[in-house]
């Protein structure tokens, strides 16, 4: 059974930091693609940032110099690493992976955790 367990989500105020964590279960990580997506009220999910399992990393504009994201395979663990938070970036965080095999994609989701910016 595959499980992405996301933490260290809160609240924090604008200018501050935050580091959240996703840890998997359930899949042979170091093959995964490894991303972090957010959703705020009212609005669509959308990427925050994707790391491939050969460490390439790419970065939605709004957080490209604020946010970096990581992943230790031998902790089955990525992380999203976010300073100069905005009351914009305020959304739940997802984090996601992802790999497509011969005749599949595998694509699978963790529960979600709260980032709130205060102003």
């Known amino acids: 059974q595959v499980q992405l367990v996301e933490s260290g989500g809160g609240l924090v105020q604008t200018g501050g930091s935050l580091r959240l964590s996703c840890a998997a279960s359930?899949?042979?990580?170091?093959?995964?693609?490894m991303g972090w997506y957010r959703q705020a009220p009212g609005k669509q999910r959308e990427l925050v940032a994707a790391?491939?399992?050969?460490?390439?990393?790419n970065y939605a504009d709004t957080v490209k110099g604020r946010f970096t994201i990581s992943r230790d395979n031998a902790k089955n663990t990525v992380y999203l690493q976010m300073n100069s938070l905005k009351p914009e970036d305020t959304a739940v965080y997802y984090c996601?992976?992802?790999?497509?095999?011969?005749?599949?994609?595998?694509?699978?989701w963790g529960q979600g955790t709260q980032v709130t910016v205060s102003s």
């Open positions: 790391i491939t399992s050969g460490g390439s990393t």
């Open positions: 996601n992976a992802k790999r497509s095999f011969t005749t599949v994609q595998a694509n699978y």
């Open positions: 359930g899949i042979i990580f170091s093959i995964y693609t």
